[in-house]
Structures are given as structure tokens and as C-alpha cells.
């Protein structure tokens, strides 16, 4: 498995302001990803987050909204642009963690973001 | 398109009682498949895999997968009511591992 940390774990914050989002993890990793998961609701992959070069973005998420960065394998960030309220949701990393019979994901603790 | 269907719940049982939490798949190509469970306000936390047919087994959790059928489901024998929670079904579809696809997660509850 892996150690998966997130900072901040929970904020409020105002509309039209930014957030950066902290993902690390204790040990190298080829695959991580950012999820939202919004209130009742089941996890929307946002994007891939690929070192050395952009993330990759699912439907209905843009780099311009959804910033993120990918320095080295096992730190990454995403960053919630001018937000409004529709952004407030729980913000996931996760992880690839190679080897044994399959590779496995496993998640961060989550990010809980209200936007006011 | 790529689904993973859950029945959303809740599926309620009592304490000591079998649970039984199906899933089932549109791609035929998908190799590995995988449970977790969401406590309320927590992340997921990955329960089990399996990628081959037939019956997995770890302590009180029993996954199965049938790729005829493409279902696979979790059994979770003597529920505690520690177990209520939300149980996601993931799918990863191809060769090699790619991005999960997730059901919307059943909910369960065991009652005391």
C-alpha cells in the first residue's frame, strides 16, 4: 500500500478565490489522480496527473479551472480556480501502487472544500 | 461507454446476517475489479480485488467474479453493524492498469 497525505484536510473559503491542493505520498508512484466527490454522489475522476509534463483531463474538466502540477513522483497539486459554490465537494488524490498479482489505487484522506 | 452499475440501496440487514453487494460491468475487456468501502465523510478504503473467475476469500469478506456474466459482487458474512457503510465497485478495463471506473456505491446498513 501507500502512505497518502493531503493538505489542507478541510477549508472554507469565498467565491472567486483559489485553492491549492497538496497530495503526497510516501513512496515513488508511476499513477495519480485527482477526484471530486460531491455531496451523495460517487467519485468523478478529474484528471491524471503526469510528471514531467500536463495532466491529462477527463470530459468536463479544463486546465484553466482545474491547474495541475506534477514535479516528481510522489508530490503533486491541484488547484481549484475561482471558485463559486457549485465547487464545494471533497477533492481526492489517489495512487497506483504497483506490484503483487494486480496493481491497486488507493486514496488520499480527502480534501473538504466549501466554498461560501 | 464504460459502466459500472450499483444498485444505490440502502441495503439493510441485521447483525450476524449475510450481505450480499452486486456489480455488474458493460466492458467485456475488463481485467481487474475492485471493492471499497466509504465510510460517511472518509475516503474510499480498498477492501478487495479480484481478477480472476470464481470465489476470493479474506476473513469475513468473499468477492466473486463471473466475466461471462460480467458481474462480480462481495459477501460480507457475519455483518457487524461496523460495516455500515457505502461500498464502491471499480473496474479497471484493458490490459495493464488504467483509470478505474467506479459504480455509484451501495449503501449498506446493518442493524444491531
Known amino acids: 500500500s501507500a502512505v497518502i497525505s493531503q493538505k489542507p484536510s478541510r477549508d472554507i473559503c469565498q467565491r472567486g478565490t483559489s485553492l491549492t491542493i497538496q497530495c503526497q505520498v510516501d513512496?515513488?508512484?508511476?499513477?495519480m489522480f485527482w477526484y471530486r466527490q460531491q455531496p451523495g454522489q460517487s467519485l468523478t475522476l478529474i484528471a491524471t496527473?503526469?510528471?514531467?509534463?500536463?495532466?491529462?483531463?477527463e470530459s468536463g474538466f479544463v486546465i484553466d479551472k482545474f491547474p495541475i502540477s506534477r514535479p516528481n513522483l510522489t508530490f503533486s497539486t491541484l488547484t481549484v480556480s475561482n471558485m463559486s459554490p457549485e465547487d464545494s465537494s471533497i477533492y481526492l488524490c489517489?495512487?497506483?501502487?504497483?506490484?503483487?498479482?494486480?496493481?491497486?489505487?488507493?486514496f488520499g484522506p480527502g480534501t473538504r472544500l466549501t466554498v461560501l | 461507454q464504460k459502466e459500472v452499475e450499483q444498485n444505490s440501496g440502502p441495503l439493510s440487514v441485521p447483525e450476524g446476517a449475510i450481505a450480499s453487494l452486486n456489480c455488474t460491468y458493460s466492458d467485456r475487456g475488463s481485467q481487474s475489479f475492485f471493492w471499497y468501502r466509504q465510510y460517511s465523510g472518509k475516503s474510499p478504503e480498498l477492501i478487495m480485488f479480484?481478477?480472476?473467475?470464481g470465489d476470493k476469500e479474506d476473513g469475513r469478506f468473499t468477492a466473486q467474479l463471473n466475466k461471462a456474466s460480467q458481474y462480480v459482487s462481495l459477501l460480507i458474512r457475519d455483518s457487524q453493524p461496523s460495516d455500515s457503510a457505502t461500498y464502491l465497485c471499480a473496474v479497471n478495463t484493458g490490459t495493464g492498469f488504467q483509470k478505474l471506473v467506479f459504480g455509484t456505491g451501495t449503501r449498506l446498513l446493518v442493524s444491531p
Open positions: 479480484i481478477y480472476s473467475n
Open positions: 496527473a503526469n510528471q514531467g509534463s500536463e495532466a491529462t483531463y
Open positions: 489517489s495512487v497506483v501502487v504497483a506490484g503483487g498479482p494486480t496493481d491497486t489505487q488507493y
Open positions: 513512496s515513488q508512484v508511476t499513477m
